[in-house]
């Protein structure tokens, strides 16, 4: 009976291949990677940005925008980046084709989920060195918890992408589904408005959202404490369901 993994050294053939063409595409690249940090400067340019504010804490916006920038990285990672190319595989016939061999598809599927973190963490990085060195914004006061928040918040945007793309027949229609979602999770992660700066019964809303429960754990941990309950049950929920959504509606072909 053929094993249903792909042995150790194809998994990572796949993976080195994988990374390979996940270099050569620019524009994947430039969202995940550059356009947060990118975000982040913009907003830092604006003087009004980096005067303290009594309404948010005595802080600045400019401080409220570091996790907001990194969210922004996991939502073009989950919705815009992954979607398109794994429907796409699908689509070709290409995930069919590996069933048949001893690569299985799900090498495949584990390559392009480990890029996608891999890419999103590097720029959370980045984001905060550029937060850190150009406008002075402090680093997160616990580190621990906000790694935590950080690798959990990207567990949930990933989880996201694959339930769009197990939802999308097509290429064309997992570009236009992560589209539609897009907003949303722009919203909720507090890219237009910071969350925390959100009327009192919205940001009770918003915080339910992946996004918005991610915009707070992080929030909270850069401040030097641990996550609420209600943002780390938020946050677990939505990748937990959205794992069972991808897993009970993904095909092969």
Not at 35 to 53: D, K, N, Q, T
Not at 211 to 239: H, I, N
Request: aromatic share 8%; hydrophobic share 60%.
């Amino acid at each position: 009976m053929a094993t249903t993994t792909a042995p150790a050294s194809a998994t990572r053939a796949v993976l080195r291949t994988e990374a390979r063409l996940f270099a050569r595409e620019p524009a994947s690249l430039f969202w995940v990677m550059v356009s947060p940090s990118l975000l982040l400067a913009i907003i830092g340019l604006i003087p009004s940005m980096r005067e303290v504010s009594p309404e948010l804490g005595d802080r600045r916006v400019i401080d409220l925008y570091v996790p907001i920038s990194v969210l922004f990285a996991l939502i073009m990672a989950g919705l815009q980046a992954m979607p398109p190319v794994l429907a796409g595989y699908r689509e070709r016939g290409i995930l069919r084709r590996m069933s048949a061999t001893p690569v299985r598809p799900a090498a495949l599927l584990t390559a392009q989920l480990v890029l996608h973190a891999a890419a999103a963490l590097v720029s959370a990085l980045l984001v905060i060195a550029v937060g850190r060195a150009a406008f002075g914004v402090a680093l997160p006061g616990n580190l621990l918890s906000y790694l935590a928040a950080l690798l959990l918040a990207v567990a949930g945007a990933l989880a996201l992408g694959a339930a769009v793309c197990a939802l999308s027949r097509t290429q064309k229609i997992a570009t236009a589904v992560g589209t539609a979602v897009f907003f949303p999770a722009m919203f909720t992660a507090g890219v237009w408005v910071p969350v925390q700066a959100m009327p009192d019964t919205l940001r009770r809303i918003v915080e339910f959202a992946p996004y918005g429960a991610a915009s707070r754990a992080l929030d909270e941990a850069a401040r030097g404490g641990w996550p609420s309950l209600l943002a780390v049950g938020a946050m677990a929920f939505w990748a937990v369901a959205l794992t069972a959504v991808a897993i009970r509606r993904f095909r092969w072909e």
